[in-house]
């Protein structure tokens, strides 16, 4: 028994060591990149980097709905949210103070998610909350439907500006070493990963939806979902790890926690191979 635990032991350590060691370096991150965004620039030669902002309403294979969703963005149905997310993000709290205080030296929305001095990574709607919490207030959940507001009211100040995630500290890509991993992994009863869908058959369907391409995942999120909004429904926006817990449950995988580390590492990994494309918040999307 003894050694059995020894042997565990080494194991673990050998494990944690070879987690260390498989920090990618930056160059290695720069080639994922461009590796990945030469396969959807190959793959629709006629959509521009930035276009992916729409996420699937850009792609071909989506054209004959298309007019639809321009009709839509006429008088996009996400407008009173993103009224009711300013009011709530300029009202103070009990203190005075706004959400605004807390956020004057964090960089912009585009350049999120991001890692401070001390090696933490911060995503807008944990800023938002340890923000809540500091003045006071009570933590909103993760994925609340005001949390979505909230992060579009910050997140909106920078629509247009190319995604921007900094990985040049190493805490940052061991984040993205751990989405990159989960994204790539197959998983669930199905048995598919992230990119069997999002990668190998974007811009195909399945089950009456057209697969987007990963490339300009989180550029739009929050979004504004008709199909979260439909029939008087109350949650129609959702943040990316909201989303996430949709992709999971379509290939019958258990979710994850919304604001859990297998969905921060997913959120720099999307994020960061999404390089260049501009933030368009809150996105409208079927
Ligand atoms: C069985 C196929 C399938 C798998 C596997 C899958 N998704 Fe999805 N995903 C969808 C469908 C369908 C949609 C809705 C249409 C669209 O936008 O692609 C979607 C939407 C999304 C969106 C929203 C894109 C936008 O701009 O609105 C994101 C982000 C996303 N998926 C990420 C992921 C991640 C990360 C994984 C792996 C954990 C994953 N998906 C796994 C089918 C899948």
Known sequence: M?????SLLAGSLMATAAIAVATPSVDE?????EKFQAYFAKSNPSVALEDYQDGVNVLPQYADRRANWEMLMDFPPYEEWVDKGNE?????????????????????????????????????EGDINSCIVANGGEKEKYDSQKMARLTIAFKSK????PLSVDYSSEEMRDWYEKGRDFFWAKRGQLNFSCAD???TNAGKSVRGDV??????????????????GANGGKKPLGTIHR??????????AAPFKAGGDEYLGLEVYEAIMSTGVPLQVPGQRQ
């Not at 003894?2 to 020894?6: A, C, E, F, G, S």
């Not at 991150?29 to 990149?33: N, Q």
């Not at 300029?90 to 964090?106: E, V």
């Not at 697969?211 to 979260?228: D, I, N, Q």
């Open 29 to 33: 991150v720069k080639a994922d990149i």
């Open 2 to 6: 003894k050694k059995l635990i020894t």
């Open 243 to 252: 989303r996430y817990k949709g992709c999971n449950k379509q290939v019958r």
């Open 88 to 124: 709530e993000w300029d009202t103070p709290f009990g203190n005075g103070k706004t959400l605004s205080s807390c956020f004057a030296d964090s960089p912009a929305g585009n350049e999120y998610p991001y890692v401070d001095g001390n090696g933490k990574l911060h995503t807008v």
């Open 158 to 161: 920078s629509n247009g500006q």
């Open 197 to 199: 869908c999002h990668v």
């Open 211 to 228: 697969l987007s391409s990963a490339l300009g995942h989180g550029t739009g999120f929050p979004v504004y979902r008709t199909k979260w």
